[in-house]
């Protein structure tokens, strides 16, 4: 199983907004702290925006933060809300033409192996993957 880069980029906006505190931080500087695409981190700054896990806050000085407390924000949560599905395998998803799915005995077991994956995330938060600004070598600018 492998993550989107939407869902991963989603973590690391999230991680660097808890390293800023309670200042304010930019997708710019989100963006070459991972040397990441901005207009990626676009998307995933609108995704977290109209969830409730940033807000934005517009002007001249404006910029975005943390919407909820990091200890608030469970990383399953934002990997539910960020991943198209959790299809790992053809009778996972809608549209099931799998001719051995009455028998098979493989998706009990990847069900099994979702839910593990799925209840080990709701055991950590933002809190526990937070990054520190000194995480952040030659980026001074949310210190």
Known sequence: M???NFSDYTLRMLMFAASAGDQLF????TARAFGVSKTHLN???NT???AGYLVAV?????GLKLGR???DIRVGDVIRLTEPDFALVECFATG??????RCCKLSTMLHDALSSFQSTLDRYTLADIALKPTD????????
């Open 48 to 50: 977290l925006t109209r």
């Open 96 to 101: 099931n033409q799998c001719t051995i799915t």
């Open 136 to 143: 952040f070598l030659g980026d001074t600018s949310h210190t």
């Open 58 to 62: 517009r002007g001249r000085s404006g």
């Open 26 to 29: 930019t997708i710019e500087e």
């Open 69 to 71: 407390r990091p200890e």
């Open 43 to 45: 998307k995933v700054a």
């Open 2 to 4: 492998r993550l989107t």
